[in-house]
């Protein structure tokens, strides 16, 4: 967090805090309660599901007012910068809430629709959804200092993108996008060209020039921000370059990763790894076939970004994905940020109903097809040879 300074523009937010902690405290609480009584006053006039789902809202909207008087008392109250941050991250929370406080309301008015016929309780119910949504836009339009104020260095964590072959990551101006709803957060995109299949396919030196490129960036960034936290997101052939460059560079030190996609061997040893201060996540697709492809076509590659890595740093996550359905704004807001942003790691639906994967999809990749392959050109080589002759 920014340190807390005194300045004329953060005695006005701590005076706004206040101002606003005597709003929810001394005008919405009261007037909640009110709503309260009037529709208890109403008694069995209307049905009793929707006298039980109109009282549950008025409740509801007593508790966030309650609760939201109770955390713009802390910010008024707020004069130490650690009490500052402690304010900010709290405030944090409750703003990532609203999404889902405005939803509910969308769901309220739809189940509560039947209220037109019961003009009195209809004009209590608009009442209530107007206090509710002027609750819920002041706590979005207030500002903190803290969460206002640019991040010093000490306070910047940098993400850095890396792509897969065949693309130029076209995908990273969007993840970009989405991540900057973190001011802390920083994504630098590294480039290494367009990586063809052939030196994708090719297990000699081919693979190495994008790993040392890797190396060359993640130096560079170190040296400009020598306190910042890196993090790396890493698809497809990007995981196999960030993994060869931890293996061959214990001096690389990173806050985070996330595979996707990933192409690197299942038994990776991660248990060699000490650089990664938070569990690794290594997103998984159900539907993806190329991590399996990979690994049976040539050498160095394997499945994980199919079947996951099964050992206790990394945490493996199960989507119903294609190889590239991870580049999608609701995907990065709902699982990236919080990881990026807190080291939060969230579950998915789809690990609940998760089925064992096809028969198939685990027979290719035990199938030695990369030999098949290596057979096939010395066959054609020798019926060259021997026609030649």
Not at 129 to 149: D, H
Not at 343 to 352: Q, R, S, W, Y
Request: net charge neutral; charged share 20%; aromatic share 10%.
């Amino acid at each position: 967090m920014s340190s807390l300074h005194s300045s004329d523009e953060t005695v006005v937010r701590l005076t706004e805090a206040a101002s606003l902690s005597l709003y929810y405290s001394g005008s919405a609480e009261p007037e909640w309660r009110h709503l309260a009584s009037e529709l208890a006053q109403m008694g069995g006039a209307l049905p009793p599901p929707v006298q039980k789902e109109l009282s549950s809202f008025l409740v509801h909207g007593n508790s966030v007012a309650n609760s939201l008087a109770q955390v713009f008392h802390q910010g008024a109250c707020s004069t130490s910068e650690i009490q500052q941050q402690a304010f900010v991250e709290l405030l944090q929370a409750y703003r990532r809430l609203i999404p889902l406080e405005r939803a509910d309301l969308q769901r309220r008015l739809t189940k509560l629709s039947d209220l037109k016929a019961h003009p009195s309780a209809n004009a209590l119910f608009e009442r209530a959804s107007a206090l509710y949504v002027e609750n819920i836009e002041r706590l979005a339009r207030f500002e903190s200092p803290a969460l206002t104020s640019a991040p010093s260095n000490a306070d910047k964590h940098i993400v850095v993108l890396l792509h897969g072959i065949r693309t130029e990551a076209a995908w990273a101006e969007m993840v970009r996008d989405v991540l900057r709803a973190d001011p802390r957060l920083e994504v630098v995109t590294i480039r290494y060209g367009y990586f063809d299949l052939v030196r994708f396919l090719c297990p000699w030196k081919t693979r190495a020039a994008p790993v040392k490129r890797l190396d060359r960036e993640l130096r560079q960034i170190r040296q400009i921000n020598k306190t910042s936290p890196v993090s790396v997101v890493a698809h497809s052939f990007g995981a196999y370059a960030i993994c060869e460059l931890l293996m061959e560079q214990p001096t690389v030190e990173l806050e985070g990763l996330i595979l996707c996609g990933s192409v690197v061997k299942q038994d990776y040893r991660w248990d060699r790894l000490g650089q990664i201060k938070r569990k690794v996540i290594n997103e998984c697709g159900a539907k993806d076939i190329w991590p399996l492809v990979a690994s049976a076509v040539t050498w160095g590659y394997g499945a994980s970004g199919s079947f996951g890595f099964g050992t206790y740093k990394v945490h493996d996550r199960f989507h119903d994905f294609d190889h590239s359905d991870y580049f999608d704004p609701k995907f990065v807001k709902s699982y990236w940020l919080p990881y990026l942003s807190n080291g939060d790691i969230l579950p998915t639906a789809f690990e609940a109903t998760r089925q064992t994967p096809a028969f198939w999809r685990s027979l290719l990749r035990q199938m030695p097809i990369r030999w098949l392959l290596v057979a096939g050109v010395l066959f054609a080589g020798y019926l060259g040879i021997v026609s030649f002759a």
